[in-house]
């Protein structure tokens, strides 16, 4: 599956984005999608899943939402309340195998490009 990650940009603290991830090449929904950040001189970092259930990053949990439109083929990310430390480059993933809480990036197989988050404080 190919992924393609959009939305990111500069926004105030306290701010709103809205994340996407268009996939195309395979059945979409038979995926869990993850996005994961990686700010500069550190790790790659989840930050939220989707699978049968939701899965958040307790820095995120209750700033951010993860859902999916797979009529779309489409993952979002809404992103609230943003804060300096959110400021990083994106990354969408798909795992294939659709159950649990899985975190670790090693899990997915494939990866978008990225799309970089900047909040000006």
């Known amino acids: 599956v190919q992924l393609q990650a959009f939305g990111g940009g500069l926004v105030q603290a306290g701010g709103s984005l809205r994340l996407s991830c268009a996939a195309s090449?395979?059945?979409?929904?038979?995926?869990?999608m993850g996005w994961f950040r990686q700010a500069p001189g550190k790790e790659r970092e989840f930050v939220a899943r989707?699978?049968?259930?939701?899965y958040y990053a307790d820095s995120v949990k209750g700033r951010f939402t993860i859902s999916r439109d797979n009529a779309k083929n489409t993952v979002y990310l809404q992103m609230n309340r943003l804060k300096a430390e959110d400021m990083a480059v994106y990354y969408c993933?798909?795992?294939?195998?659709?159950?649990?809480?899985?975190?670790?990036?090693?899990?997915?197989?494939?990866w978008g490009q990225g799309t970089q988050v900047t909040v000006s404080s």
């Open positions: 989707i699978s049968w259930s939701t």
């Open positions: 993933a798909a795992d294939n195998l659709r159950a649990g809480d899985r975190r670790d990036p090693s899990a997915y197989a494939y």
């Open positions: 090449g395979r059945t979409f929904s038979n995926y869990a």
